[in-house]
């Protein structure tokens, strides 16, 4: 029994612990038993991969991480790809904004979206 980390291209980092070794055996985008003292406590998405080694990303490197979620987020909005209680929240709050008339603009129910998932 091992513990791995796998990198996957696109994908956040994975730490398994406690798997089956021969089933990680010969896969490139896995690290068997790395040492990760150096990131155990940064969130996963902020690891990289040098060589053998688990290190933080830099700053550059986390802000593009965090525009390419930021882009995700509003693009869900955009296309109402979000879940039923985020778009309900979102409505109840644009209703309250807009009593006693109740019109709500398409615009104002994006912005509404828009808020909730940013």
Known sequence: MSNIARFKSGQTPEYLTSVHTPDYEG??????????????N?????????GNTIVEMNLAE??????MELLARKNAANDFGIEMKTALT???KVINLRLPTNK????EMI?????EII
Do not use: F, G
């Open 27 to 40: 896969d490139p985008d896995v690290l068997v038993n790395p040492d990760i003292s150096a990131v155990q």
């Open 42 to 50: 940064i969130d996963k998405k902020y690891w990289k991969r040098l």
């Open 62 to 67: 986390k802000q593009a991480i965090e525009a």
């Open 90 to 92: 979102a409505l109840i």
């Open 104 to 107: 709500i603009t398409k615009q």
């Open 111 to 115: 912005d509404a979206l828009k808020a």
